[in-house]
């Protein structure tokens, strides 16, 4: 990673992937090629955010695609390290952003948010960028990540960047591919969250109300959560003020779901970052997808 540093001058910008890049990933490298001199991708696989070793067989992946992907977008340089680069030896040392990292997705996979904050502090540690990227549709990663260059002093500005959709609303993942049949189960998340959306842009700021409006859409036995939390801590609130976000998470199938909506309430009256919309179906479809 030292030697990559070494190639790009001027204000460096940073995007971190694990790869089968689909137009959210896209969407973040153009944000990054616009405001920075040279742009820096990385393609790492991390298996310490995976607790289930079957996800981690199942990832999808495509080099190649993603190489020429990225190229296309206008990024300099695509680090893509091998697992003894990114740690010579199980690391002993690990990364957790206390309180933040330990709700909801820490709840539900252990481990996860501290594999996710030690593979990210070891990037950035390694390749000294000026900006990193990320897409809002981790809100807790972006969350934890932000804390963790505040609290270790990280010369970064963490970028927050728009949740991209498909056309039909399911945010976009690069798990999305292995959802098969259940697609149209899948979608429940999304319509639910568009409801709460709708409410709260109709006045509604309880959170009892707009989480029961995910909850009336995804059935039981799939949802894991929707919660209303404060968008910079995670923590559960009973009302949408200032900024918050309605997470949530659901499993259809072998495929775990997660989505969320913005909302920003003030005086004057508020706002939902529903994210952006495709109007073509996603590239991880392949040929589909064109």
Known sequence: MAEARAQAGGLVGLVPTMGFLHEGHLSLMERSVAECDQTIATLYVNPLQFDDPADLDRYPADQDRDLALAEACGVDLMVVPRPQE?????????????????RLEGEFRPGHMAGVATVVTRLLAGLQPHRAYFGRKDAQQLAVIT??????????????CSLVRESDGLAL???NVLLGERRAEALALSR???RAADRFDHGERRAKVLEAAVRSAVPDEALEYARLCQASTMTRTAVAEGETVLVTAARFGP?????NVGLVANGSGGSA??????????LIYGSEGA
């Open 86 to 102: 990114m740690f010579a030896s199980p690391p002993l040392t690990g990364v957790a952003v206390a309180g933040i990292g330990e």
């Open 147 to 160: 804390r963790l260059v505040q609290d270790l002093g990280f010369p970064v500005e963490v970028v927050g």
């Open 173 to 175: 993942s690069s798990r």
């Open 192 to 194: 639910g969250l568009m």
């Open 255 to 259: 495929v775990r779901i997660i989505d």
């Open 273 to 282: 970052d529903r994210g952006v919309r495709l109007g073509h179906p996603s």
